[in-house]
């Protein structure tokens, strides 16, 4: 069973710049979830979709950050403008329903440098 | 925000001991998971515990949960060098109406060979 995808795997911009991720989950899984994870801390959820509808986007800076999920299989993720803060590492986690004893799988990640 | 704290947050050990990494939470749970993260790489799960278990193994590791103290401990016993990696706890509010997992800070294991 193929794991859930990310690309690019590795992102350098300048501040104001703009940059997309692209994630493709598991065959199957109604649920994928955006998370950011800033160097020495634990992921933080970004965006929760369950098939193309959006269940949370509480924590995501809806200044700059927006997401979509086509279809409700890929989605993507986009920071437009970015700062300095947004240096990170954005995993994308899929799961079959959702519910909270389902096992979340995430993808390889990408790490995003803003200079 | 971050729901978990791990404790300590940097372990090492020599291989064949065990390692213990404590996990305390603020909120009410439905579960605690633990997930590990190679460097460089996404999470995995590992283990799931229920607020209404106490106790979980699976291989190597043993997930202990106490309700009344909102704390979890993962011991992974015989360590190995591959067993380096950092080690989150995860919780689910039992209030909300999103189901989302709040990750702690982790802590960063290191297996000496």
């Known amino acids: 069973e193929a794991g859930v995808a990310q690309s690019p795997r590795y992102k350098i911009i300048e501040k104001r710049q703009s940059v997309a991720f692209w994630c493709n989950p598991i065959?199957?899984?109604?649920?994928l979830y955006w998370y950011q994870q800033i160097l020495g801390q634990g992921p933080k959820l970004l965006i929760q979709?369950?098939?193309?509808?959006?269940?949370?986007d509480s924590q995501l800076p809806k200044d700059r950050f927006s997401a979509e999920r086509l279809k409700g299989v890929d989605s993507t993720l986009k920071i437009q403008p970015a700062k300095l803060e947004d240096s990170a590492v954005y995993l994308c986690?899929?799961?079959?329903?959702?519910?909270?004893?389902?096992?979340?799988?995430f993808g390889p990640g990408t790490r995003l440098t803003v200079l | 925000s971050q729901q978990g704290e791990e404790d300590p947050q940097a372990l090492s050990i020599q291989e064949g001991e065990n390692a213990t990494m404590n996990c305390s939470y603020k909120t009410s749970i439905n579960n605690l998971q633990w997930y590990r993260q190679n460097s460089g790489r996404g999470l995995v799960h590992l283990i799931l515990?229920?607020?209404?278990?106490r106790e979980k193994h699976s291989g190597r590791l043993r997930v202990t949960l106490d309700t009344s103290k909102k704390s979890s401990s993962l011991l992974i016993t015989a360590s190995r060098a591959a067993d380096t990696a950092s080690y989150f706890c995860a919780t689910e509010p039992s209030s909300g109406s999103a189901r989302q997992l709040t990750f702690g800070s982790g802590t960063q294991l290191t297996v000496l060979p």
């Open positions: 986690a899929s799961s079959f329903t959702g519910y909270g004893t389902d096992t979340q799988y």
């Open positions: 979709f369950q098939n193309n509808g959006v269940v949370d």
């Open positions: 515990i229920r607020s209404n278990e």
């Open positions: 065959s199957g899984h109604a649920t």
